[in-house]
Structure formats: structure tokens, C-alpha cells
């Protein structure tokens, strides 16, 4: 509790007055004599009548004493500090991550936000309007502009923390947007901070952040996977248990496969540090396998991994080239891929679909080394080198001399063990970023783009824009290493085309077999979702769950692939005091913003109550007797 005048403390010393005046206070108690006469000259001569008597209990004083230390307190102006808007416009943005889920406040998070955000729109005078984004995964906008506060308020509490991250930057564009839009409107942030935003973020300067969360005490699965050994006969797991917190935890770690106990130890993990375990000799007949850290922590979502056995086919690539060894040579040195050369009957930079017919044959990937069909192109997922004509995914607008490769992201998972320095590049196919894909490297001297990955309706689709044989990568250790990466990125989860690992919210595209009708996934909680496949296709949206997914089509089973978090950033529940945000205003950050709620208004009530009392009582006889007076002539009036 706080006071803006407590100058009105020094009013205390009346309170030790009015007690000392009980004190001198004559007490003479009524009694009825027959004359006063003889009375008069023995009172006289009494000495103030003993004024330091013992003080008797008194009601009287009790009321004043309360009214005066009531009045005191209310004269002080007490408040206390708290959330409020000043606009008439609240636009609630709440953090529905996964790390909202923490229980380091009862019951978590998510919950203490949304008290919060009640607590404000509660205080909004009527006129105000309110708007309620659910910053997840997907951004969603359940209320927007509403004077119904009943409204406002359900959709608040229909708000459940998810298993993923927080689009925060899609959720604060778009609460820019509505707040430009209406000028009188104050943006409030209820996270626990760890959101990923864009360098130099702006927003408007009228922004609140309310911080939830209280600790940093959380472990987690920080990664789980399976590696086929002995010829396929067993597994290992790898699993990475890390230790968020800043003290030492102890856990058992516990490793089941189809709900079969298979291992357990207890590890003992150092604050801020990461852990790897090995399990070897694992069954390679199980479906599934489940990873858990038993114990107690803040966070009991990332408490828990999936993984599934890895797939014994081979990915089918096609080559289309005039013949490239060095191209050749790293995929078959791949052990899970079985390639195919197709070359063209002419020497040319294209060929004609309709003279030179591409194999029928279902193909997962088809590479196209330095020419391209002037038909239709295959199916499947595609890899095109040093293209030098544009096609229906990306247009050709000149060349590039001597380009210096340069990562746009140095931890770029493509890049993983990639090392590009002083790679010597002769020249390069310039290629206009299409709009459905992302450079991985660019020339830094044009910043041309050099290797392009992305997904064009469902297809997955990478451009390397200059030739193998005009640069020197063939030669260096990080070729086979990118070939690698690109193919996983390409064909992930091998011959299957089903991923061992989907990040939790991220759509997948599922390639259908030939002549298949449907597609059934079937969730970890038992429901089943089918779809029918387009252009070979279908794409599962429902990934939000934790767990194994299956595929089946007609009963027959395509593969399994597990959802798990592992999200650093999510798993780190550290709650965060500011936000990186830049604002209109000249400050950097967007900090817990506190006002005054004053309480002097109830006291004063309370003041108010208590003199009334404490007049009632002083003369409840007189009050008594006109009470009886006025009920008495009510009385005879209706009789």
C-alpha cells in the first residue's frame, strides 16, 4: 500500500487527545432526587471529580476513534499499483504459447493473463471498445472493436495455452494496423516474453506489456531420434535432456517403445546445461517409441518426445543431365538412395517432352542438371542446376560473373556443416526470387540468389543457379555435406516421403500412391482425418497435437511420423521483464507499464458510515423518542 499525501499522518496525534479528553471528562451518573439543593455545595467542592480515573469501555470512543483514523487513511489518498488503459479503444494481445502452460503461477500462465486482461476491461469506462487477438501459432481474432463485454470476456476465457510458438509478429502487425486504424486505441501485451520478433519492430508508443510468470525452473526433451544399426536390426536413440533452470535438477528418464518399458535412468542435470544419452541395442520391429522425463517442473508439455522407427527404403531420384560425375557420384554414395540417369538424346540446354520422353516411373525427386523440359514437368519434388530458361516456378533475367557465396542465415539448417568460405564460382544463372521460396545463399556483391528452396502447390522445389563443373564445391568436403541437407530438405523422411519429425502447427503435404482415393491420418488422440488427394497430393493441417501421427490409405499403412516441441525458446519459461520492441515514443523498450489505483474514495464512504453511526448513538435517546413519537401518530392515522 502506498500514499500520495501521507503529510496526513501527522492528524494522528489527534487520536491520543480524544482518548485523554475521555479521560477529563466528568462521568455523572443520572439519578432522580427530591431537591438539588443540597447537592450543589458538595459538588463544588470536589477537585475536577478525579479526572485520571480508570477508563471504562466505551462505544463512543471506539466509533471516533475509528471515524478519525478512517479519515486520516482517506486524507493520505492511498493506492496501489496496477494495470489500466487510457484509451477507449483496448486491443488485448495474448500469448497462447506453449510456455504459457507453466504452473509457476496457479494454475498457469495463461490463466493469470487472462485475470489481467479481465481486470482491464473491467475498468474501461462503458463507452470504451475492446478487441481480443489470440496470438498462437495461427493469429486469430475472436473479438475485434466490441462494446459487448460479456463478449470480450468469453473470448477471453476460451483462450487454451497451445503446443507451439507465438506468431507475435504477425499478432503485433496486425494490432498496429487496427490501432492506426482507430487513434484512440492502447495496445496491451500479456506474455511471458518469449516471443521472436523482427530486428527494429516498431509499434505504436500508446503500448502496454504485463509480464506473467514468476520462475525459470523447467527441463526438457530437447531433441529424440533413432539410427538403424547392425544392418537394421537394432536402433540407438539419441535424446538431449536440457536444464532451463538456474539450479541442479534430478530426473529419470524413461524410455518406452509400443508401451513397452525399455530403459530408465536418472540423470543428474546442471543448470543452463544440455545432457546427451545414448540407448543402443533397441528392437527395430517397434512402431514407436516415447521418451519422458519423470519428475516435477514448471512445464510438463516438453516433458515429453515421440519418435519412430526409421524407414528401410530407398528414395528414388531421377537425374536428367549430360552427365555430371561429380552430381552422380554424392547421391550414390547415400546410402538410402537409388538414382536414375536419364540423358537427353540431344546435347542441348532443353529437350522436347515429346522426343525425349522423361521414365514413367514414380520418382520422389527429379534433378535437372543444366537443361530443362520444354513440356510439362514431372512429377514430384524438383531440383533444378544452373537453369538457364525460365519455367512455370521461377524466371531467368541474365547471369552473373564471379559470384561470391555468402550464407543469408549463418545457422541455416540447409548450411548445417556447410563451409562456403572461398568457394570459387565462375558464374551463375540470375535467377528472380520467386515469391514461394527463400534464399539460402546469395552473391554478396549483387545479392543475386544463389540456392533458393521452398514449396510451390505442395511441391517441394530447390534452384542451385550455378554449375557444379563451373566451381570448385565439388571439391570440398561441404559438397556432399550440402547434397545432404538438400535432400532431406527435399525428400524428408526418406523413400516414405512422410518426415520422422513435423514441428508442432506446420501443415504437411503427404505424396499419395498411385491410383490412391483416399487418405486417412489417424492423430494420437484416436480421431481420424481423410482427404482426398489432388495432383497426387493431400496436405494434413492438424498438427497441433503431441504425439504419433498415422497415414494409411485403404487400409494400408504409408508411414508414421511423430509432432514434438522442441522449442528452445518455449522450453526457456525465464519470464522476461521487457519486450525488444521499438515504439513512437523515445524509449527502446517495451517495459511493465504501472498506474495508481486509488482507494480514498471507499475510505471516505466508510467515514462517512461510521459518523452517521456514531451521532445515532450519541443520541439514541432523543432518536428513540422521535422514532416512537412518529410510529405512535402513524399508527392512530390508520386506525
Do not use: C
Not at 95 to 105: E, K
Not at 276 to 296: H, K
Not at 620 to 628: F, S, T
Amino acid at each position: 500500500m502506498n500514499f500520495l499525501t501521507p503529510l496526513a499522518f501527522a492528524l494522528a496525534v489527534l487520536l491520543p487527545i480524544i482518548v485523554a479528553l475521555y479521560f477529563l471528562k466528568l462521568r455523572r451518573e443520572e439519578q432522580h432526587v427530591s431537591s438539588t439543593y443540597l447537592w450543589r455545595t458538595l459538588v463544588r467542592d470536589m477537585a475536577a471529580n478525579a479526572p485520571w480515573q480508570k477508563l471504562k469501555p466505551n462505544l463512543l470512543l471506539l466509533l471516533q476513534l475509528l471515524f478519525l483514523i478512517i479519515l486520516i487513511l482517506t486524507l493520505a489518498r492511498p493506492f496501489v499499483w496496477g494495470e489500466t488503459v487510457a484509451g477507449s479503444h483496448l486491443i488485448l494481445v495474448v500469448d497462447t504459447s506453449a510456455s504459457m502452460g507453466a504452473t509457476d503461477v496457479t494454475p498457469n500462465r495463461l490463466v493469470a493473463a487472462i485475470a489481467s486482461a479481465r481486470q482491464l476491461v473491467d475498468g474501461l469506462p462503458s463507452s470504451a471498445r475492446v478487441t481480443v487477438i489470440d496470438a498462437g501459432a495461427q493469429v486469430r481474432v475472436p473479438v475485434s472493436s466490441a462494446s459487448d463485454r460479456g463478449a470480450a470476456l468469453a473470448a477471453l476465457d476460451a483462450l487454451h495455452p497451445g503446443t507451439t510458438g507465438a506468431d507475435f509478429a504477425s499478432a503485433l502487425t496486425l494490432a498496429a494496423a487496427i490501432a492506426a486504424r482507430e487513434p484512440d486505441s492502447e495496445i496491451v501485451i500479456l506474455s511471458d516474453g518469449h516471443i521472436a520478433l523482427p530486428e527494429n519492430f516498431t509499434l505504436p508508443s500508446r503500448v502496454q506489456y504485463i509480464s506473467i510468470g514468476k520462475e525459470n525452473n523447467n527441463q526438457a526433451i530437447g531433441a529424440f531420434s533413432l539410427q538403424t544399426e547392425s544392418g537394421g536390426r537394432t536402433l540407438t536413440a539419441f535424446v538431449q535432456a536440457i536444464n532451463f533452470g538456474s539450479q541442479e535438477a534430478r530426473r529419470r528418464l524413461v524410455l518406452r517403445a509400443d508401451g513397452q518399458l525399455l530403459s530408465a535412468r536418472d540423470l543428474t542435470l546442471t543448470p543452463s546445461k544440455s545432457q546427451a544419452i545414448t540407448i543402443p541395442d533397441l528392437p527395430a520391429n517397434m512402431r514407436s517409441f516415447e521418451a519422458t522425463l519423470e519428475g516435477q517442473d514448471a512445464l510438463a508439455t516438453d516433458d515429453n518426445s515421440w519418435a519412430v522407427s526409421p524407414s528401410s527404403e530407398k528414395i528414388s531420384v531421377r537425374i536428367v543431365s549430360t552427365g555430371n560425375r561429380f552430381l552422380e557420384t554424392a547421391l550414390r554414395l547415400m546410402p538410402n538412395v537409388e538414382t536414375t540417369v536419364y540423358t537427353p538424346t540431344s546435347n542441348l540446354q532443353s529437350f522436347d517432352s515429346a522426343q525425349d520422353k522423361l521414365p514413367t516411373s514414380n520418382f520422389q525427386l527429379t534433378i535437372f542438371d543444366s537443361v530443362i523440359s520444354t513440356g510439362t514437368l514431372p512429377t514430384g519434388d524438383l531440383f533444378f542446376i544452373a537453369p538457364l530458361r525460365s519455367t512455370e516456378f521461377f524466371s531467368v533475367t541474365g547471369r552473373v560473373d564471379a559470384p561470391i557465396a555468402t550464407p543469408v542465415v549463418a545457422d541455416d539448417p540447409l548450411l548445417r556443416y556447410v563451409d562456403l568460405r572461398d568457394v570459387v564460382i565462375q558464374d551463375a544463372t540470375r535467377i528472380a526470387l520467386p515469391i514461394w521460396g527463400r534464399a539460402v545463399m546469395i552473391d554478396s556483391k549483387t545479392n543475386a540468389p544463389l540456392l533458393v528452396i521452398g514449396e510451390q502447390d505442395g511441391r517441394r522445389i530447390a534452384i542451385l543457379a550455378f554449375d557444379l563443373r563451373r566451381s570448385d564445391l565439388p571439391l570440398r568436403v561441404a559438397f556432399p555435406l550440402l547434397m545432404a541437407n538438400l535432400l532431406d530438405a527435399l525428400v524428408p523422411g526418406g523413400a516414405s516421403g512422410i518426415p520422422a519429425n513435423v514441428e508442432p502447427g506446420k501443415p504437411l503435404a503427404i505424396t499419395a500412391p498411385p491410383q490412391t482415393t483416399l487418405i486417412t491420418v489417424r492423430t494420437p488422440d484416436g480421431q481420424s482425418q481423410t482427404m482426398t488427394p489432388t495432383n497426387g497430393r493431400v496436405v494434413f493441417m492438424q498438427t497441433n497435437r503431441l504425439g504419433v501421427y498415422e497415414i494409411a490409405s485403404q487400409d494400408k499403412l504409408l508411414g508414421r511420423f511423430a509432432v514434438n516441441l522442441f522449442n528452445a525458446n518455449e522450453s526457456d519459461i525465464a519470464p522476461r521483464g521487457s519486450l525488444p520492441i521499438a515504439a513512437s515514443a523515445p524509449q527502446s523498450k517495451i517495459e511493465n507499464q504501472k498506474s495508481k489505483t486509488e482507494w480514498w474514495q471507499p475510505l471516505a464512504w466508510l467515514a462517512l458510515a461510521l459518523l452517521v453511526i456514531e451521532w445515532l448513538y450519541a443520541y439514541r435517546g432523543q432518536v428513540a423518542r422521535v422514532w416512537n413519537l412518529g410510529v405512535g401518530r402513524l399508527v392512530k392515522r390508520n386506525l
